[in-house]
T-cell receptor
Framework: QQQVKQSPQSLIVQKGGISIINCAYE??????FPWYQQFPGKGPALLIA?????SEKKEGRFTISFNKSAKQFSLHIMDSQPGDSATYFC???????????????FGQGTILTVHP | DAGITQSPRHKVTETGTPVTLRCHQT?????MYWYRQDPGHGLRLIHY???????DKGEVSDGYSVSRSKTEDFLLTLESATSSQTSVYFC????????????FGQGTRLTVV
């Protein structure tokens, strides 16, 4: 039972293009939605995160768009660079008051390749 | 890597043997997690802990047990290893309150033959 569904599984874009990765969740008790970036042989590292009271958050070339009513959120990478080639994971953290409090659930991951 | 150490980093074991993986953190974080990472499945939660002696199951807990006798250590035990448990295992921690960034260890590559 996958509580966070991520798509696409893989994505190829040209340098300078926009990369878009989408996630959908089911549990309304989630209250924190981070995106992680992972390079081969390394553990994931936090890229950017958002809380459900905000519809958009931007940090440099990375933007999260959040749609609470649709229970969906997405990562946009503007001006994609070859150095952005990595695996990206969305995640959701259970908030206070729910049975999944403190439970951090990940999506299936997206392998992004940016061609020069 | 925020003071998270996984040991061993690599292990090959035989089917049917018990295996214990260790996660040690120096950050005094309250929450600790064990994930396995497999191609096409992403990071799947095995077990997590929200305090000393407080643990709960994740989505793929069958065949695994955990223990947390002190804040800094979270042990994952494969009671009787099977080939389907061949995977890369990651430990993660989150501090209590405010900052909810998860920090990950470097991973343990386990091969069950």
């Amino acid at each position: 039972q996958q509580q966070v569904k991520q798509s696409p599984q893989s994505l190829i874009v040209q340098k300078g293009g926009i990369s878009i990765i989408n996630c959908a969740y089911e549990n309304t008790a989630f209250d924190y939605f981070p995106w992680y970036q992972q390079f081969p042989g390394k553990g994931p590292a936090l890229l950017i995160a958002i809380r459900p009271d905000v519809s958009e958050k931007k940090e440099g070339r990375f933007t999260i768009s959040f749609n609470k009513s649709a229970k969906q959120f997405s990562l946009h990478i503007m001006d994609s660079q070859p150095g952005d080639s990595a695996t990206y994971f969305c995640a959701a953290l259970g908030g206070a008051g729910g049975t999944s409090y403190g439970k951090l659930t990940f999506g299936q991951g997206t392998i992004l390749t940016v061609h020069p | 890597d925020a003071g998270i150490t996984q040991s061993p980093r690599h292990k090959v074991t035989e089917t049917g043997t018990p295996v214990t993986l260790r996660c040690h953190q120096t950050e005094n974080h309250r929450y600790m997690y064990w994930y396995r990472q497999d191609p096409g499945h992403g990071l799947r939660l095995i077990h997590y802990s929200y305090g000393v002696k407080d643990t709960d199951k994740g989505e793929v807990s069958d065949g695994y047990s955990v223990s947390r006798s002190k804040t800094e250590d979270f042990l994952l035990t494969l009671e009787s290893a099977t080939s389907s448990q061949t995977s890369v295992y990651f430990c993660a921690t989150i501090s209590q309150g405010g900052n909810t960034e998860a920090f990950f260890g470097q991973g343990t590559r386990l091969t069950v033959v």
